[in-house]
């Protein structure tokens, strides 16, 4: 089944303890991406990736690390998370810009930081 | 600000009722996409729309981009409880994909 599978779906820290969210997709997909979700704020991007080692930065980047040494994995790294970091994390690919292609979405990951 | 307005922000209906939610800007889209989310899934991809005036059916979906690609809509016909989701909308403006903040619709039985 093509999906984009993210991990965990739920997870409690506290502040400033390192914490990595796993993303991989099984599409072939160039393009993957990584949405924070927040009431009334809508899909605020945080990175993005074009393909292998090419990544950028979204509309609210502060405080969040990527990689993409894999086509099929992107993981999002929090180095010191903090409680405004809190909020629903969505993980999305696509076959090339998804201006033209859409998405596919992960699940979603509910992170607490407190 | 947010580029793209949608409202109602909420909708609660009965079922078998008609609705229409709608997806405003004061910039031009070269094109929109419309996305369902199910509470605990993420969004799935429902239409894209290019042309101005562009009509797409999908079921009992029909939606609908502005003559100016300015606006869009998407009207559900005999709502059912499975349409039950946050209904978002998308459009493209330069290379970016920019999201509304959704609407949220609740179908009754």
């Known amino acids: 089944e093509a999906q984009v599978t993210q991990n965990p779906r739920y997870l409690i820290t506290v502040t400033g303890k390192k914490l990595t969210v796993t993303c991989s997709q099984n599409?072939?997909?160039?393009?993957m991406s990584w949405y924070r979700q927040d009431p009334g704020l809508g899909l605020r991007q945080i990175y993005y990736?074009?393909?292998?080692?090419?990544?950028d930065k979204g509309d609210v980047p502060e405080g969040y690390k990527v990689s993409r040494k894999e086509k099929r994995n992107f993981p999002l790294i929090l180095e010191s998370p903090s409680p405004n970091q809190t909020s629903l994390y969505f993980c999305?690919?696509?076959?090339?810009?998804?201006?033209?292609?859409?998405?596919?979405f992960g699940s979603g990951t509910r992170l607490t930081v407190v | 600000t947010q580029l793209l307005e949608q409202s109602p922000q909420f909708l609660s209906i009965q079922e078998g009722e008609n609705l229409t939610v709608y997806c405003n800007s004061s910039?031009?889209?070269?094109?929109l996409q419309w996305y369902r989310q199910e509470p605990g899934e993420g969004p799935v991809l429902l239409v894209t729309?290019?042309?101005?005036?562009e009509v797409k059916k999908l079921k009992r979906l029909t939606f609908q981009f502005g003559d100016a690609r300015k606006d869009s809509s998407l009207h559900i016909t005999a709502a059912q409880p499975g349409d039950t989701g946050l209904y978002l909308c998308?459009?493209?403006?330069?290379?970016?994909?920019?999201f509304g903040a959704g609407t949220i619709l609740r179908v009754k039985s």
């Open positions: 999305a690919s696509s076959l090339r810009q998804p201006t033209n292609y859409g998405y596919t």
């Open positions: 599409m072939n997909h160039e393009y």
């Open positions: 990736s074009m393909n292998v080692e090419v990544t």
């Open positions: 910039s031009v889209f070269s094109s």
């Open positions: 729309v290019v042309t101005g005036g």
């Open positions: 998308a459009g493209k403006y330069g290379n970016k994909l920019v």
